[in-house]
């Protein structure tokens, strides 16, 4: 009977790491195929080791035109946006979980609906709107919707962290004559830094890839993001420069990255409140 009961969990076992090694090799082998590629001066769609390791794709795609220019754009585009939905959905959190009201409920259940509207559904009508107030064409305008586009579910994983940090600490900070938004920046932002983190990089990386949104509202070239300009790789007649379409996806993808690592600490940390309501 034990024998038959260790046969099984052996089993289950390794079925279950043969699941997650597929799944693992499922993820891993793009990657592989963008990295390898990007060295590769003969590069195809198929994933191989390239004969001869080159740079020649990075030389060929960081020009001003093909690569720096785009980067500067969808970091001054997604960076500006992504900052103020931080700060937006900071402010908007806070009375959600300090006050009680019978408005908060559906509000909250307002800002879940709206988190689950396709993008494609609101576009025209932002398209319409854009035109009559003279923001198409413009990275404010860009930034705007960005930001706006986020907005929802920020307040929503921003509301679920401020609410485990203790009210006990803001009444303390009250009692010294602060104010509401100074308990906020002072008391209530250091503690759940690691929300804040979780909220800045989703943001981020949702913004980074978002094609639709700049192609549709930016009409010069000169302000199209890398997530746009991306398409210029994909030529006429199905022809694709592998090799530098994969150099530029490797470059594309660095500041997302280094965003990761500066906020892995922050992301890891965990709430530093123990033992901070005690005495």
Aim: glycine share 6%; hydrophobic share 55%.
């Amino acid at each position: 009977m034990a024998r038959t009961l260790s046969t099984r969990r052996t089993t289950r076992r390794l079925a279950a790491d043969t699941g997650l090694l597929a799944v693992a090799a499922a993820f891993a082998l793009p990657l592989a195929w963008v990295v390898l590629s990007a060295l590769d001066p003969d590069a195809s769609l198929r994933v191989k080791a390239p004969g001869s390791l080159t740079l020649g794709n990075f030389d060929a795609v960081l020009t001003p035109d093909i690569t720096l220019t785009p980067l500067l754009n969808s970091l001054i585009l997604c960076g500006t946006a992504t900052l103020l939905t931080v700060v937006c959905a900071a402010l908007a959190a806070y009375p959600l979980s300090r006050f009680r009201s019978r408005l908060n409920r559906p509000f909250l259940l307002t800002i879940l609906f709206a988190t689950s509207l396709p993008i494609t559904a609101v576009m025209v009508p932002v398209y319409a709107l854009f035109v009559r107030v003279n923001l198409i064409d413009t990275m404010q305008g860009t930034i705007l919707f960005f930001a706006a586009s986020q907005l929802p579910f920020a307040i929503w994983l921003m509301k679920n962290f401020m609410d485990g940090v203790p009210k006990e600490l803001e009444e303390a900070a009250w009692t010294d004559g602060a104010s509401s938004l100074q308990s906020l920046v002072r008391v209530v932002l250091p503690l759940m830094g690691p929300g804040v983190a979780v909220v800045t990089v989703f943001a981020f990386v949702l913004m980074w890839g978002n094609f639709f949104v700049p192609f549709m509202l930016l009409l010069t070239p000169d302000q199209l993001p890398a997530s746009v300009s991306i398409n210029e790789f994909f030529g006429n007649r199905g022809a694709v420069a592998y090799g530098q379409l994969a150099a530029f996806s490797v470059l594309y993808s660095t500041p997302v990255i280094l965003l990761y690592v500066l906020v892995a600490r922050r992301l890891g940390g965990g709430f530093a409140l123990g033992g901070a309501v005690k005495g």
